[in-house]
């Protein structure tokens, strides 16, 4: 019997790509799975798309909150019904190669790993594929990826055997940065599977567009997540912020 994996997708506004994004999940070819989405009351079809979903497929759960969550929390929503082993997460604007929770689940039972990520390529609104792949870089632990945030959340997959429970720390922009961080500093790491096995929407909406805003978060998370001391805080923003700038560029 093969492993369950919740997948987590929050949802807000997103009536032009979510269908897509449910069809990538549809595609797969490992079947076990259950997708989690938790509406974060959208203004749009959303919700009416995904309901549409969940009613020709009961492997699709929709939760409609009558409250704004904020992404950390609507995630945690749908973390907290997950019933599965492994826990992966996709954007309601995102898409994943069909082969990936295959291939990911594959490369973590055979390696006996508890958390793995995976290269991945950049589109545009349209889908159209912009020439550029976000490389894994080796595997990742707490010192590292304090530097370098080159983890993309919707490549992550997790194995709630081995890591234990995990949630979302509510923070604007960086709730998958500092969950990764809780993770580490329990002494587990990051492997990389280098295959490219998610794309990356690019739109003016995205959170992480917003730079200046990313970049206070990472902040935050520094000071008030982790802890650091000014000094510690200020070397690893500008490690950080030059690693950001060399994803983007080379």
Known sequence: MTPLVSIIMPCYNAER?????????????????????????????????????????????????????????????????????????????????????????????????????TSYELIDIDGVQKNKIIRTQGVI??????????????????????????????????????????????GFKAYPLEDVLQQYRVTGKSASSNKFKASRDVWKVYRENEKLNLIKSIYNFVCYAFNAVKKRVL
């Open 141 to 186: 632990d707490y010192k590292k990826y304090l530097r370098n945030t080159i983890i993309g959340c919707g490549t992550v997959m997790i194995d709630r055997d081995i890591v234990g429970h995990f949630s979302m720390p509510v923070n604007d922009t960086s709730d998958d940065m500092a969950a990764w961080l809780s993770i580490f500093r329990k």
């Open 17 to 117: 790509y979510i269908a897509q994004s449910i069809e990538s999940v549809l595609a797969q070819t490992y079947t076990n799975w259950e997708l989690l989405i938790t509406d974060d009351c959208s203004t749009d079809r959303s919700v009416k798309i995904a309901t549409k979903y969940s009613l020709q497929d009961d492997r699709i759960n929709l939760l409609v909150p009558d409250e704004h969550q904020g992404i950390a929390r609507t995630r945690n929503m749908s973390i907290s019904r997950a019933k599965g082993r492994f826990v992966a997460f996709l954007d309601n604007d995102d898409l994943w190669k069909p082969e990936k929770l295959e291939k990911q689940v594959d490369f973590m039972l055979g390696k006996g790993i508890g958390f793995s990520y």
